[in-house]
């Protein structure tokens, strides 16, 4: 229970309470992602394979239980990973329109469950119609294609999206337009799955539509590709943003610091580790073209801090290179920070101000 309230912290956001339905939410997905990891460590990946399946006990009135279906995969030899849940489906489906029933109670009951068995099987179907791309089965369909969704609340344009089918995209687009900003479970647009699987052809689509990544979601992928260094993948985050600007402006990790801040951390890293030859100087040379995208994005970084009180200047005269001190310190455009640098007073005393953004605080060690 300790473990588990350690991950829950991790998986919410700083300052909200969540309701129930989505601190239950958060529960499953941190306990399925745990024992996935322990599965995978505990097992010969070249050897064996293993079925997690996922899902929230909810118990009823009058002592009935039921169960809402989560994540069901298959991880086979080699690591490859299987959904399961439309196998899991289509056996639920086919047991409910198979059962024998005698009273008329039952008989009323199991004609309720054939129809619900039915309509199970045929949004199955459609389902598997958007992962495919056939876009023939989807108009011949027969129902409202905006209604049907998996066991994650994820709609036909998320599939598609998650699928790479761009025709199934824009079939869904020209039918129902509702569809672009529908969230499922983990509040996920379809375009937030297209970035994420790299299919730009489906952003694109979608971004002209409309729908666009909002800058609270774009935080942590923001954090994570300067972290490591990954331009390509900066650069198609901010290509996809609502505003790319002020999402690149506000990001932050959990330190308070800024992706400016970050990126002449994990820098440092490299300077300070000593490394030499052909491959250290190729990853300082990731983060100096790092560091000029951010530049580009954003024009004045001066005067944001981490919680520690530091500022950027403080932490790129930790970088190692003198040089990339002096770049950060020109590129600091406040006219504030400009006259602090200088030394003089916004009252014209020729005082440094109290609180020298460009000091900055100790770093604790």
């Not at 239950?24 to 990891?37: G, H, P």
């Not at 460590?41 to 039921?66: D, M, R, S, Y």
Request: proline share 3%.
């Amino acid at each position: 229970q300790s473990l588990l309230k350690q991950k829950l912290v991790n998986n919410l956001q700083y300052g909200h309470v969540p309701d129930l339905v989505e601190l239950t939410y958060r529960a499953y997905e941190v306990i399925f992602s745990e024992v996935q990891k322990i599965a995978c460590a505990a097992t010969e990946p070249t050897k064996c394979e293993f079925v997690i399946i996922g899902g929230v006990q909810i118990h009823g009135p009058l002592g009935q239980n039921f169960f809402w279906p989560g994540k069901m995969i298959m991880v086979s030899k080699g690591g490859v990973e299987t959904d399961l849940y439309e196998a899991y489906a289509a056996s639920v489906a086919s047991s409910n329109a198979g059962s024998k029933l005698a009273s008329t109670s039952e008989i009323q009951a199991w004609c309720l469950n054939t129809a619900l068995a039915n309509l199970q099987l045929q949004r199955r179907k459609i389902r598997l119609a958007a992962v495919t791309g056939n876009v023939a089965e989807l108009k011949r369909a027969g129902m409202n294609l905006a209604s049907v969704t998996d066991n994650q609340r994820r709609s036909l344009l998320h599939i598609a999206a998650l699928n790479g089918q761009l025709e199934v995209v824009k079939l869904l687009l020209s039918l129902d337009r509702s569809l672009i900003g529908r969230e499922d479970v983990n509040q996920m647009c379809a375009i937030d799955y297209a970035v994420e699987r790299d299919n730009d052809a489906i952003a694109d689509v979608l971004f002209e539509h409309g729908c666009s990544l909002t800058s609270d979601k774009l935080r942590d992928p923001l954090v994570e590709a300067v972290e490591a260094g990954d331009i390509a993948r900066f650069k198609r985050l901010f290509r996809f943003a609502r505003d790319g600007r002020a999402a690149v402006a506000s990001a932050a990790d959990k330190d308070g610091r800024s992706l400016l801040h970050i990126c002449l951390a994990a820098r440092a890293v490299h300077v300070k580790d000593g490394e030499e030859g052909a491959a250290a100087d190729e990853q300082v040379a990731k983060y100096d073209a790092m560091l000029q995208e951010l530049f580009s994005c954003c024009a004045d970084w001066g005067e944001q801090m981490d919680f520690f009180g530091n500022n950027v200047l403080t932490e790129a005269q930790r970088s190692g290179s003198e040089a990339v001190a002096k770049q950060v310190e020109a590129k600091l455009l406040s006219p504030t920070l400009q006259a602090v640098k200088r030394g003089s007073s916004i009252r014209g005393t020729g005082e440094v101000p109290v609180g020298n953004p460009l000091a900055g605080a100790p770093s604790p060690s």
